[in-house]
């Protein structure tokens, strides 16, 4: 039996834009390493943690907590050790916490001879993600293991679809070196919404959904608006309006929160687009104190992948 493994745990877009808690999608050149490794003493202990300051205990750790759930339900004659190289900052709104949650399941998986769909290992690194946000969602976590664009069809019992990703689709992100809580962010939502708004957005997804079947570029841009959640969350997010003009005007196909934010995203068509998209969100954030980072990613159609 394999002993060891070392994996690239990606970072995540979630509600892309019109679908929120449902639709999410995969990154490419962002995310996290993670080496899983069985251990002849029984429980799962965190080794080592690179990059932020978090709890190495495993019931106050994402990774840990999911660990620990896929861990007591199958009750192995190991244990494991978990060593997180965080790449991903925490609060960054690109799945931080998804991250962790899902690699650490995904490796332990693996190591235990896959007994596990993934659709199973998303229920249980919802556990984990249940500790950074106060609630069990899987927008990130599904494009996380399952790779590409997914919809949460159901939470209760999990049901994943996977999605198509057009051929020439890439994202483009920037993100402010601010921190939003998804449960803070959670809490500036509405309760109730207008009709007319819920007709809107459910239109939108359902448009976005075929337009991803039809790789139709000109729907995925027309479908790319959120009537229900920005207007309230975009308040959190300086310059928020002035990038989503820049990026329109640079030919982007649409602009949105990267979940709760601070992070906004952008999908092109074509990569000489989407870095002229990275050019007009630098060139917003270039004049403000606020530092920032910026990426531009092919659509990850693998998800979670062992690395050497």
């Not at 996290?32 to 429980?43: H, N, Q, W």
Request: with cysteine.
């Amino acid at each position: 039996m394999q002993k060891e493994i070392r994996l690239f745990s990606p970072a995540t877009v979630a509600n892309v834009a019109c679908g929120f808690d449902v639709l999410g999608f995969c990154l490419d050149t962002i995310g996290d390493e993670m080496v899983i490794r069985t251990t002849e003493a029984k429980g799962i202990k965190i080794t080592k943690i690179e990059g932020y300051d978090l709890p190495y205990e495993a019931e106050k750790n994402v990774a840990g907590v999911s660990a620990l759930a896929m861990y007591n339900a199958l009750d192995p004659d190991c244990g494991f050790e978990i060593e997180i190289y965080k790449n991903i900052k925490p609060g960054s709104g690109i799945g931080s916490s998804s991250a962790s949650a899902a690699g650490s399941v995904y490796g332990m998986n693996v190591l235990l001879g896959s007994p596990l769909d993934f659709t199973a290992l998303t229920n249980f690194a919802m556990k984990g993600e249940a500790l950074a946000s106060q609630c069990e969602h899987a927008d990130n976590l599904a494009p996380a293991i399952f790779g590409g664009f997914t919809l949460v069809k159901s939470a209760k019992p999990l049901k994943i679809l996977e999605l198509p990703t057009p051929d020439d689709l890439y994202a483009t992100l920037i993100h402010p070196q601010i921190e939003i809580k998804t449960s803070e962010s959670r809490a500036l939502l509405p309760k109730e919404i207008p009709l007319d708004h819920a007709i809107t957005q459910w239109a939108n997804v359902g448009s976005l959904v075929h337009a991803l079947h039809t790789s139709d570029y000109a729907l995925i841009k027309d479908a790319l608006h959120d009537v229900v959640i920005e207007p309230h969350r975009k308040q959190l997010i300086p310059h928020f309006d002035a990038v989503k003009t820049a990026v329109l005007k640079a030919s982007a196909l649409g602009c949105a929160i990267s979940g709760s934010g601070p992070s906004i995203f952008a999908l092109s068509k074509g990569e000489s687009t989407a870095k002229d998209v990275e050019n007009a969100m630098r060139n917003v954030y270039a004049n403000t104190a606020i530092d920032f980072e910026t990426y531009v990613s092919k659509i990850n159609t693998e998800g979670i992948k062992k690395i050497n």
